[in-house]
């Protein structure tokens, strides 16, 4: 990629590593990212107020220090602040870790601070509804044919998906039932239907985030309390196959074959996360990703074409 563009400084929290902050959830492996094993930089094009696209070179040369923002093309001054506020919002850089890592200290001293997420909370639904109910391998497929088909090498903007059409989406993108749910979020958010920054506004509460989440069209509990993370609230669990699957397997526990028997597992699972609250989300997701390591090496050693396509399947946790 050329590097005639214009060059962004992002400041960075003391301490920030870019590897363990990209590397950190699954999402990193969705297209339109791409994390380079080799270089240890992550690409990622975002769209400009305009919806153009910037395709980006994100690096940082050791810990702690700025972030650079290799850009493709020249950034107008008016443009730089929204472009680097993406690459923040993915990075979580406005997040303060100081209570999480008295929570939790092996995290602290393990380096599991911010959780990669996208430069959107748009992008964000999206990627969430196309990893509900599916295996991930698929997960991986839907977005990066939406990317390529519909995109055009950034993820799309609402307009572009609901200019689409959920036939095409479904045709084109193999995302099954999830087109309609897709592109109707999309046409909400045009008309004014959703306001999606409401959602972001840190004063939410989280039983009324997680309350408001579900109300969106095609989203489930699952699905609310996922987005709920993604919105830096962690005190609610977002529980499936491999939640009930990493529990028994870590703790020990017979996984129960009765819905009521899940439903005495469900809260077991959250009386025992609700040791770290606020963070039960977090304290999961650290446990798991930890497991994960031990057995694949550090997640930014992952390669998204070999290791990221198996990621949080019961291939990669090696258990059927």
């Known amino acids: 990629m050329s590097h005639a563009g214009s060059t962004l400084t992002l400041p960075v929290p003391r301490g920030f590593d870019l590897k363990k902050a990209v590397c950190s959830y699954g999402y990193f492996l969705l297209a339109p990212n791409h994390w380079d094993v080799k270089r240890r930089v992550l690409y990622r094009p975002v769209r400009t107020s305009r919806g153009g696209l910037v395709r980006c070179v994100v690096r940082q040369n050791k ?7 290799l850009c493709n093309r020249a950034v107008p001054r008016g443009e730089q602040a929204f472009v680097k506020a993406q690459v923040s919002r993915m990075l979580r850089l406005d997040e303060d870790q100081r209570a999480w890592f008295s929570a939790c200290p092996e995290a602290k001293k393990r380096g599991f601070g911010p959780m990669f997420r996208s430069p959107t909370l748009f992008e964000d639904i999206v990627k969430t509804i196309t990893s509900c109910n599916v295996t991930w391998r698929n997960t991986t497929t839907m977005n990066r044919m939406m990317v390529e088909r519909v995109g055009h090498g950034g993820f799309p903007t609402p307009r572009q998906l609901a200019d689409f059409g959920a036939d095409n989406l479904k045709a084109q993108c193999k995302v099954g039932y999830r087109a309609e749910r897709i592109v109707r979020l999309a046409r909400d958010v045009l008309d004014g239907a959703l306001d999606l ?33 993604l919105l830096g609230v962690y005190d609610r669990l977002a529980i499936d196959t491999e939640t009930y699957r990493h529990f028994c397997h870590h703790y020990g526990v017979k996984r129960p074959k009765t819905a009521a028997g899940l439903t005495k ?8 996360y609700a040791a770290l609250s606020p963070f039960q989300f977090k304290a999961y997701w650290f446990e798991l990703w930890c497991d994960y390591e031990s057995r694949y090496g550090r997640a930014w050693t992952w390669d998204r074409e070999t290791t990221g396509q198996n990621f949080t399947a019961a291939v990669l946790s090696g258990e059927v």
């Open 63 to 69: 810990t702690g220090s700025a972030l650079k923002l």
């Open 197 to 229: 920054a409401w959602f972001e506004a840190p004063q939410r509460e989280s039983d009324a985030l997680f309350d408001a989440l579900k109300a969106i069209h095609g989203l489930g509990p699952y699905a609310a309390g996922n987005l709920c993370h």
């Open 265 to 272: 597992l469900d809260r077991k699972i959250e009386r025992h």
